[in-house]
């Protein structure tokens, strides 16, 4: 493997960050290193919808993908990529301040984040959480600057059916790691694939399952979808259970942890870190299924793990550092084979289209400047975290708060402007309010929506490479055992399935969710 | 018979049902050669797939205790639907501030913690905002004022 261009990559990744950009201000011309500003907004928004618990960082993304339109492709996918490790930092805040977890990935550190803070050490539960995270940031962006080029020149080499194979797999895997009936999740799929079909034929130009509609001719817009089913489903769901939220302010006093925290977080940070980094970049898997390992992970190999949950700092150090390391090598399989992993994913190469660049690994190639410059930017983001989030803290339990039952009006808004905005045309928002009233169907019914979103992406691309790969094999479908890499594919997807079909490894996986 | 499992019944249900929706409506899509695969390839081996996989589940439904469907919550359901319809069939017509006061006043409707003062004041303040960054800032071809009224309203004045 050639490592020898990666500092001059590096180099055009850190001088795409610092484009400078000439804004006139009240009559005067100020320069403005626009995509660090764009990074910078990211991160904020992030954080304060980490904060906010029940509005994700998916429906935040799917909300903003309209506004992303205005921007250059780098600041779009520069901020895009903000508000999710933004996201990540805001959760843990508010899980140790007041035991809310703003997100799915920081219920762990509420565990004995909170139980810290009731001890009257918030700040160095604080403080060890965003270190914590920012070292497993900064480790996961060089395992991305170090996997990528090799990973991309594999996947040139990718022949169609490979392609086909592969994203079989990621479909599988993403059946295997999410939480929840596997059944349904299947259904999911079929169900998001089968949208994805809606519309024009391109290889045949024959219309399909429109309805004689002609604005469903071009196809169902993924941002219409996602925010149908992410943001109007959401706030109809929440609206229906409120949940009263007592705040609990307490005061943070004593940011610096002490010697001895330092010295018990050392470990903890390590594994999590390591522990992340390979779990975020298999599909499905990402931030959450990171926290709770390593949370058990370091309740496993403590002298003392009945202490677990009265405010043990490696609770708190161990979770916070695997779920941003996780959330940064998400963005592996997404980069180099364009494939996306989750639902925060499929957001990011939703941006990408919009923007008219198709996802894989030619990105790396023909947009150097954008591929290397989002992953300088999110070592970046992180640190302006680090730095900033500390001070912010009394802002972000201010917005707290703000009540959902204006929340959700206002995001109920965004959401129809924001569909409005992509075409002016008012019949897409009547689809998005036909995609919430689903969303909704589906969360009664126990249904994920993430697999969906994912088979809607994945579905057309299949149906590509299938076409390609039987027309280069002459009509012989035996072409996707023939090929080595296929095969291999196919047959990890088979044995995952096999596995998790069979009853005994069933109930160890459920136990696992569990915990 | 017993269902136990009224969530896993619901979705099987709806699951086979798009399935043999989609078999039926593409029953005539083309499916071409082997070597060119046609428009019907595709939505057929899906349509199975859905008709399969929503069999299994009703049968699961039956034989393993899973949750009920939760309450459906009617009115938050209605309000936030409905809101953001009407938001739909206004926005060309009347712009931007009207249809914002509208949509906004059916969703507050949606739950029983509205408090209207409170929501007024909020929601002036989101219309001001929203001008600023989706007119102002983004020039975004929406129109703010119903302006299409303004006939009707010189008509009435005469």
Same mark, same amino acid.
């Given at each position: 493997?050639?490592?020898?261009?990666?500092?001059?990559?590096?180099?055009?990744?850190?001088?795409? #960050?610092?484009?400078?950009?000439?804004?006139?201000?009240?009559?005067?011309?100020?320069?403005?290193?626009?995509?660090?500003?764009?990074?910078? +907004?990211?991160?904020?928004?992030?954080?304060?919808?980490?904060?906010?618990?029940?509005?994700?960082?998916?429906?935040?993304?799917?909300?903003?993908?309209?506004?992303?339109?205005?921007?250059?492709?780098?600041?779009?996918?520069?901020?895009?990529?903000?508000?999710?490790?933004?996201?990540?930092?805001?959760?843990?805040?508010?899980?140790?301040?007041?035991?809310?977890?703003?997100?799915?990935?920081?219920?762990?550190?509420?565990?004995?984040?909170?139980?810290?803070?009731?001890?009257?050490?918030?700040?160095?539960?604080?403080?060890?959480?965003?270190?914590?995270?920012?070292?497993?940031?900064?480790?996961?962006?060089?395992?991305?600057?170090?996997?990528?080029?090799?990973?991309?020149?594999?996947?040139?080499?990718?022949?169609?059916?490979?392609?086909?194979?592969?994203?079989? $797999?990621?479909?599988? $895997?993403?059946?295997?790691?999410?939480?929840?009936?596997?059944?349904?999740?299947?259904?999911?799929?079929?169900?998001?694939?089968?949208?994805?079909?809606?519309?024009?034929?391109?290889?045949?130009?024959?219309? !399909?399952?429109?309805?004689?509609?002609?604005?469903?001719?071009?196809?169902?817009?993924?941002?219409?979808?996602? +925010?149908?089913?992410?943001?109007?489903?959401?706030?109809?769901?929440?609206?229906?259970?409120?949940?009263? !939220?007592?705040?609990?302010?307490?005061? *943070?006093?004593?940011?610096?942890?002490?010697?001895?925290?330092? =010295? =018990?977080?050392?470990?903890?940070?390590? =594994?999590?870190?390591?522990?992340?980094?390979?779990?975020?970049?298999?599909?499905?898997?990402?931030?959450?299924?990171?926290?709770?390992?390593?949370?058990?992970?370091?309740?496993?190999?403590?002298?003392?793990?009945?202490?677990?949950?009265?405010?043990?700092?490696?609770?708190?150090?161990?979770?916070?550092?695997?779920?941003?390391?996780?959330?940064?090598?998400?963005?592996?399989?997404?980069?180099?084979?364009?494939?996306?992993?989750?639902?925060?994913?499929?957001? +990011?190469?939703?941006?990408?289209?919009?923007?008219?660049?198709?996802?894989?690994?030619?990105?790396?190639?023909?947009?150097?400047?954008?591929?290397?410059?989002?992953?300088?930017?999110?070592?970046?983001?992180? +640190?302006?975290?680090?730095?900033?989030?500390?001070?912010?803290?009394?802002?972000?339990?201010?917005?707290?708060?703000?009540?959902?039952?204006?929340?959700?009006?206002?995001?109920?808004?965004?959401? #129809?402007?924001?569909?409005?905005?992509?075409?002016?045309?008012?019949?897409?928002?009547?689809?998005?309010?036909?995609?919430?009233?689903?969303?909704? *169907?589906?969360?009664?019914?126990? #249904?994920?929506?993430?697999?969906?979103?994912?088979?809607?992406?994945?579905?057309?691309?299949?149906?590509?490479?299938?076409?390609?790969?039987?027309?280069?094999? !002459?009509?012989?479908?035996?072409?996707? $055992?023939? !090929?080595?890499?296929?095969?291999?594919?196919?047959?990890?997807?088979?044995?995952?399935?096999?596995?998790?079909?069979?009853?005994?490894?069933?109930?160890?996986?459920?136990?696992?969710?569990?915990? | 018979?017993?269902?136990?499992?009224?969530?896993?019944?619901?979705?099987?249900?709806?699951?086979?049902?798009?399935?043999?929706? &989609?078999?039926?409506?593409?029953?005539?899509?083309?499916?071409?050669?082997?070597?060119?695969?046609?428009?019907?390839?595709?939505?057929?081996?899906?349509?199975?797939?859905?008709?399969?996989?929503?069999?299994?589940?009703?049968?699961?439904?039956?034989?393993?205790?899973?949750?009920?469907?939760?309450?459906?919550?009617?009115?938050?359901?209605? &309000?936030?639907?409905?809101?953001?319809?009407?938001?739909?069939?206004?926005?060309?017509?009347?712009?931007?501030?009207?249809?914002?006061?509208?949509?906004?006043?059916?969703?507050?409707?949606?739950?029983? %913690?509205?408090?209207?003062? %409170?929501?007024?004041?909020?929601?002036?303040?989101?219309?001001?905002?929203?001008?600023?960054?989706?007119?102002?800032?983004?020039?975004?071809?929406?129109?703010?004022?119903?302006?299409?009224?303004?006939?009707?309203? %010189?008509?009435?004045?005469?």
């Amino acid at each position: 493997m050639d490592f020898g261009s990666l500092p001059s990559d590096l180099w055009l990744g850190l001088s795409a #960050c610092f484009t400078i950009k000439w804004v006139t201000i009240l009559g005067i011309q100020v320069p403005i290193f626009i995509n660090i500003f764009w990074c910078l +907004m990211g991160a904020l928004i992030g954080t304060a919808i980490g904060v906010l618990p029940g509005v994700g960082p998916v429906a935040t993304m799917a909300l903003l993908l309209p506004i992303t339109y205005f921007l250059t492709p780098e600041g779009a996918l520069i901020m895009l990529a903000g508000i999710y490790y933004g996201a990540q930092y805001g959760g843990s805040t508010t899980a140790i301040l007041i035991n809310v977890p703003g997100e799915a990935s920081s219920v762990v550190t509420a565990l004995d984040g909170h139980a810290m803070a009731k001890l009257g050490r918030a700040g160095p539960a604080l403080a060890m959480a965003a270190l914590g995270s920012f070292f497993a940031g900064t480790v996961a962006t060089c395992l991305i600057v170090l996997a990528a080029p090799p990973l991309t020149k594999l996947a040139q080499q990718f022949a169609p059916a490979d392609y086909f194979s592969l994203m079989v $797999l990621g479909l599988v $895997l993403a059946i295997v790691m999410a939480s929840g009936s596997l059944l349904k999740a299947f259904g999911m799929i079929f169900l998001g694939m089968l949208l994805g079909l809606v519309g024009t034929d391109v290889n045949t130009g024959n219309t !399909r399952f429109t309805f004689g509609i002609g604005d469903l001719f071009d196809g169902i817009g993924f941002v219409i979808v996602a +925010m149908g089913m992410f943001g109007i489903a959401e706030i109809i769901s929440n609206l229906a259970n409120v949940t009263r !939220r007592d705040l609990v302010s307490s005061k *943070v006093s004593g940011l610096w942890p002490t010697r001895e925290d330092f =010295r =018990r977080s050392v470990a903890p940070i390590f =594994r999590g870190t390591v522990l992340g980094s390979l779990l975020g970049v298999l599909p499905g898997g990402g931030a959450v299924l990171a926290s709770f390992a390593s949370y058990s992970v370091e309740k496993k190999l403590s002298d003392t793990p009945e202490k677990f949950g009265q405010g043990m700092i490696e609770g708190v150090a161990g979770p916070e550092s695997a779920n941003n390391a996780a959330a940064q090598t998400s963005f592996i399989p997404m980069l180099t084979l364009g494939i996306p992993s989750n639902a925060v994913m499929a957001m +990011m190469i939703g941006g990408m289209m919009i923007h008219g660049i198709v996802p894989g690994p030619q990105v790396m190639e023909q947009k150097p400047a954008l591929f290397w410059g989002m992953i300088v930017s999110m070592w970046l983001g992180n +640190m302006m975290l680090l730095v900033l989030n500390l001070p912010l803290i009394g802002i972000w339990v201010k917005m707290l708060l703000v009540p959902y039952r204006l929340l959700a009006v206002a995001i109920m808004f965004f959401c #129809c402007v924001g569909v409005y905005s992509l075409n002016n045309l008012h019949t897409e928002i009547y689809f998005m309010a036909l995609f919430g009233v689903l969303g909704f *169907v589906f969360i009664r019914l126990g #249904c994920e929506p993430a697999p969906l979103l994912l088979g809607f992406l994945l579905g057309p691309l299949m149906e590509v490479y299938m076409r390609r790969a039987m027309l280069l094999s !002459r009509g012989d479908p035996l072409v996707f $055992l023939q !090929r080595p890499l296929s095969l291999a594919f196919l047959a990890i997807a088979a044995l995952l399935l096999l596995f998790v079909i069979l009853p005994n490894v069933r109930k160890a996986r459920e136990t696992a969710f569990q915990e | 018979m017993r269902i136990k499992s009224g969530q896993d019944f619901a979705t099987g249900l709806l699951l086979a049902a798009v399935g043999i929706a &989609a078999f039926w409506i593409g029953a005539d899509y083309p499916m071409g050669t082997a070597q060119r695969p046609g428009t019907g390839v595709l939505p057929r081996i899906l349509a199975w797939c859905l008709i399969g996989t929503g069999g299994l589940l009703l049968v699961k439904s039956v034989y393993s205790t899973g949750s009920p469907v939760g309450s459906w919550s009617w009115r938050p359901l209605l &309000a936030v639907t409905l809101g953001t319809v009407v938001f739909g069939s206004m926005i060309d017509n009347y712009g931007l501030v009207a249809s914002m006061i509208v949509a906004m006043t059916i969703c507050a409707l949606g739950t029983a %913690e509205t408090r209207w003062f %409170e929501f007024a004041v909020f929601t002036l303040i989101m219309i001001v905002a929203s001008w600023a960054m989706f007119i102002w800032l983004l020039g975004m071809p929406i129109k703010a004022w119903p302006t299409s009224l303004v006939p009707f309203i %010189e008509q009435m004045l005469r």
